[in-house]
């Protein structure tokens, strides 16, 4: 009797690994693009905001006002690719410093579709503020109304 359980239990373990077919080597899906990274940083109080928002919507920020994430819909996205658009930010020079030194300048980084612009108070092209001045709402509007922080 023990000499039969012995060989089935044998036989269940030999088995066991016949039985199920061998994991696959996959490769997680890539995570959506990054449409904006936009960071802000300085001013006297010693300001470091940051958003990342995805091309699907998703989006996360850090900064003076806490941290959190959100959701944008198509509409606000569509506003956001416009004023872009609108401002020719991807044909614009990688670096605006700012004419004379400042302590208490703002220094702006924005990041769309992988062409980078560096910004400094004072150096700013009237042309990006509207686009700073959208990201910055943004900032605002999702620290009061976070989906989770």
């Known amino acids: 009797m023990v000499c039969a359980a012995f060989l089935f239990i044998a036989?269940?373990?030999?088995?066991?690994?016949?039985?199920?077919e061998p994991a696959k080597n996959t490769t997680p899906a890539p995570g959506p693009a990054i449409l904006v990274d936009y960071s802000r940083t300085?001013?006297?109080?010693?300001?470091?905001?940051?958003?990342?928002?995805?091309?699907n919507g998703a989006g996360v920020y850090s900064g003076q006002r806490g941290r959190?994430?959100?959701?944008?819909?198509?509409?606000?996205?569509?506003?956001?690719?416009?004023?872009?658009?609108?401002?020719?930010?991807?044909?614009?020079?990688?670096?605006?410093?700012?004419p004379s030194p400042g302590a208490d300048y703002f220094t702006y980084t924005?990041?769309?579709?992988?062409?980078?612009?560096?910004?400094?108070?004072?150096?700013?092209?009237?042309?990006?503020?509207?686009?700073?001045?959208?990201?910055?709402e943004i900032i605002a509007e999702r620290a009061n109304n976070p989906v989770y922080s």
């Open 11 to 20: 036989a269940l373990v030999l088995t066991t690994g016949c039985i199920e």
């Open 42 to 55: 300085g001013g006297i109080a010693g300001v470091e905001d940051h958003l990342v928002i995805f091309e």
């Open 68 to 98: 959190g994430a959100f959701f944008l819909n198509q509409t606000i996205l569509d506003e956001i690719n416009d004023e872009f658009y609108r401002v020719g930010f991807l044909s614009m020079n990688a670096s605006y410093p700012a």
């Open 110 to 136: 924005i990041t769309y579709h992988n062409h980078t612009v560096n910004a400094e108070d004072t150096g700013v092209p009237p042309a990006l503020q509207p686009v700073i001045q959208r990201l910055n």
